[in-house]
């Protein structure tokens, strides 16, 4: 693959490359040398049109321990405000001949466009409700740790699935790997077009949270909810937080994750979420290093392929 653009073009043994290599990364970043130069003469440039700390953190790091020049393009105070158009940006910084882009941008699509345009590998570090697939490979990775494998695993997603890109990542890439999916929320929170996902559909969550192996929970998106129903927090963590109570409803060895930013007594309970018996939520930002190091060094070895011949 030239670009890292979502989880759907990706095949059970591309997943399983990308972790296994990115597995070699969480040893090495466990080291107190933390570099291998692969991207060493390379450049990097990370474009945030939205907000990010997990993701931008880690990919600059993970740019900087593979040896590549890496630039954060600060979005708002870019010429962006003063009308240039982002396929404009992404021409202009593309004569300045970057190997590796990373964009995150709260419109669907908008990094396939962005790749179509450019000659350097793109990786989508988030798109509108579309596709995050860095984040969907370290929560693979996380569990794949955490339970030894990555198949044949009952994971409950919870929460805000309509509006979440990290959902739609994770059901693609844990449906590609044979686990049995299973999404728990209010119905005014389920995408329309659920039944295409292969998944079961909960609205209890001591229904839906029935020995599962994994337990996922994800942030109410009202910035995406776009004037639509926005429900009461209070309501919602009685309905659908997790705490230790609807967790027992779970297997007694469940892991529970949450991509973050994570609302402590919305989503989750904040000495839940703080239990490193159960919770593995730092596992998946260590996991995230390593996933993105992986990930940015497979597609250096394809430029440096297309390089060659
Ligand atoms: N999980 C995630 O994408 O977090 P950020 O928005 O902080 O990057």
Redesign the pocket.
Known sequence: HRHLLGIEPLSPPDITAILDRADFYADLNRQADKHNDVLAGMTQINMFFE??????ASFEIAGKRLGADVMNMAMQASSIKKGETLIDTALTLNAMHPDLLVVRHPQSGAVDLLAQKVNCAVLNA?DGRHE?PT?ALLDALTIRRAKGRLHRLSIAICGDIAHSR?ARSNIMLLGKMENRIRLIGPPTLMPSQISEFGVEVFDDMAEGLKDVDVVMMLRLQKERMDGGFIPSEREYYHRYGLDAEKLAHAKPDAIVMH???MNRGVEIDGTLADDINRSVIQDQVEMGVAVRMAAMDLLAQNIRNARAA
């Open positions: 907000n990010s700390t997990r993701t931008q988030g995050h984040q990290v991509p973050g930013p």
